[in-house]
């Protein structure tokens, strides 16, 4: 594989509902959208970075600067024999872990296209389909609440999470045993609170959570271990968990016992591929997490999804829970038995639209071998 041409663009789509987490409400997501193209075949990645710095430092306008002036240049002309050896290529550049998933992952695509076989087939995956949750973001009332939570539990989704903050927790949490009973259940703080809250954190533990995820700061790994021995519910980090390392650190130090893998934070899927390994060796099952993608990043999900230990649903959802019209045709569907069949087409294997991918374009680059 030989990329000699890459196109950025910067995308905004508003999304169906507004999403709300314990670090703000958005309506639309903005995004940078890669192609790379060898000799006429094209491989597609969606940057996670969005508008704001909040759930990581990188920005859309980050991962634009950060690709184009010092990403590309690392990779264009050069010959790759696989895509697993790009995040190396790109090593001399710190951190920008989603701008540099964004061109690894488009490089998965072009490379499973070129095999002419599906991206789950060489990332390894073992399953035609996945179990899929949801992500409920924090609503205007406690009754707003437990009707989304009814309604995605009609549409099939195997696990509901809810994200909270101090103030929409333990009454949230109540609520939806009391109203829904005995449904497999979770709650995402977005690192929210502090070890100080960790005696409220511990009320938590008589509802029967699968997990808390990622309660304390972004990356503090060892308050984290210390939150573990406090409650009995399960910890799962995310944001703390960016690169193999903390992944080996937080399982040493007992930080979390389940771990939610985002490609995009991690900086693609060979990253990812080595701490879903890292975790099985360990014992520790992994879920796929989601950062509110369009249908072209949700379908890397689902082909990552489907190696053996994502043994938990991910929050890998229907597409018509954002977009409408995704920029994708056929959209991701979710089952009435809540799961997503993996697309068996070359690469990521779905359909993008490219009126739609043009009418959302807020910016457009094109960059060449030198
Ligand atoms: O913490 O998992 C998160 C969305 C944006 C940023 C961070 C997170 C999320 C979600 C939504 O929980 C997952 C999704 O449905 O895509
Ligand atoms: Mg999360």
């Known amino acids: 594989m030989r990329i000699e041409r890459i196109e950025l663009r910067v995308l905004q789509?508003?999304?169906?509902r507004f999403f709300e987490t314990s670090?703000?409400?958005?309506?639309?997501?903005?995004?940078?959208?890669?192609?790379?193209?060898?000799?006429?075949?094209?491989?597609?990645?969606?940057?996670?970075?969005?508008?704001?710095?909040?759930?990581?430092?990188?920005?859309?306008?980050?991962?634009?600067?950060?690709?184009?002036?010092?990403l590309a240049p690392l990779v264009l002309g050069r010959h790759f024999d696989h895509p697993r050896d790009i995040l190396d290529a790109l090593g001399r550049v710190r951190g920008h872990n989603m701008a540099k998933?964004?061109?690894?992952?488009?490089?998965?695509?072009?490379?499973?296209?070129?095999q002419g076989v599906s991206l789950a087939r060489v990332l390894g995956g073992t399953r035609d389909a996945i179990a899929s949750g949801v992500s409920i973001g924090i609503q205007d009332s406690l009754d707003e609440l437990v009707e989304r939570v009814v309604i995605e539990r009609a549409a099939g989704y195997r696990r509901v999470k809810i994200?909270?903050?101090?103030?929409?927790?333990?009454?949230?949490?109540?609520?939806?045993?009391?109203?829904?009973?005995?449904?497999?259940?979770?709650?995402?703080?977005?690192?929210?609170?502090?070890?100080?809250?960790?005696?409220?954190?511990?009320?938590?533990?008589?509802?029967?959570?699968m997990m808390i995820e990622q309660p304390l700061e972004y990356d503090d790994i060892r308050?984290?271990?210390?939150?573990?021995?406090?409650?009995?519910?399960?910890?799962?980090?995310?944001?703390?968990?960016?690169?193999?390392?903390?992944?080996?650190?937080?399982?040493?130090l007992g930080a979390c016992r389940i771990i939610n893998i985002k490609p995009g934070r991690l900086?693609?899927?060979?990253a990812a591929i080595r701490v879903h390994d890292l975790a099985?060796?360990?014992?520790?099952?992994?879920?796929?997490?989601?950062?509110?993608?369009?249908?072209?990043?949700?379908?890397?999900?689902?082909?990552?999804?489907?190696?053996?230990n994502f043994t938990l649903p991910g929050d890998v959802?229907?597409?018509?829970?954002?977009?409408?019209?995704?920029?994708?045709?056929?959209?991701?569907?979710?089952?009435?038995?809540?799961?997503?069949?993996?697309?068996?087409?070359p690469g990521i294997g779905v359909h993008v639209i490219a009126e739609r991918v043009a009418a959302a374009t807020m910016e457009k680059m094109e960059l060449r071998v030198a």
């Open 13 to 16: 789509l508003p999304l169906v």
């Open 23 to 70: 670090f703000g409400r958005i309506s639309e997501r903005s995004f940078v959208l890669v192609s790379v193209e060898d000799a006429g075949a094209i491989g597609i990645g969606e940057c996670v970075a969005d508008a704001h710095p909040y759930y990581s430092a990188e920005t859309t306008r980050t991962a634009w600067h950060v690709i184009a002036d010092f």
């Open 101 to 114: 998933a964004a061109v690894e992952m488009a490089a998965w695509d072009l490379y499973a296209r070129q």
């Open 163 to 209: 994200k909270i903050k101090p103030g929409w927790d333990v009454s949230a949490v109540a609520r939806i045993r009391e109203a829904c009973g005995d449904i497999p259940l979770m709650v995402d703080a977005n690192a929210a609170y502090t070890l100080d809250d960790a005696p409220h954190l511990a009320r938590l533990d008589e509802f029967g959570l």
């Open 223 to 252: 308050d984290h271990a210390r939150l573990q021995r406090e409650v009995r519910t399960a910890i799962c980090l995310d944001e703390s968990i960016d690169n193999v390392r903390n992944a080996v650190e937080a399982i040493e």
């Open 267 to 270: 900086g693609g899927h060979a």
């Open 280 to 308: 099985a060796a360990n014992a520790m099952p992994v879920w796929h997490g989601g950062m509110l993608e369009s249908g072209i990043g949700r379908a890397h999900n689902i082909h990552l999804s489907t190696l053996p």
């Open 317 to 345: 959802a229907a597409s018509c829970r954002y977009f409408v019209p995704d920029l994708i045709d056929p959209e991701i569907v979710v089952r009435a038995d809540g799961t997503i069949a993996v697309p068996d087409a």
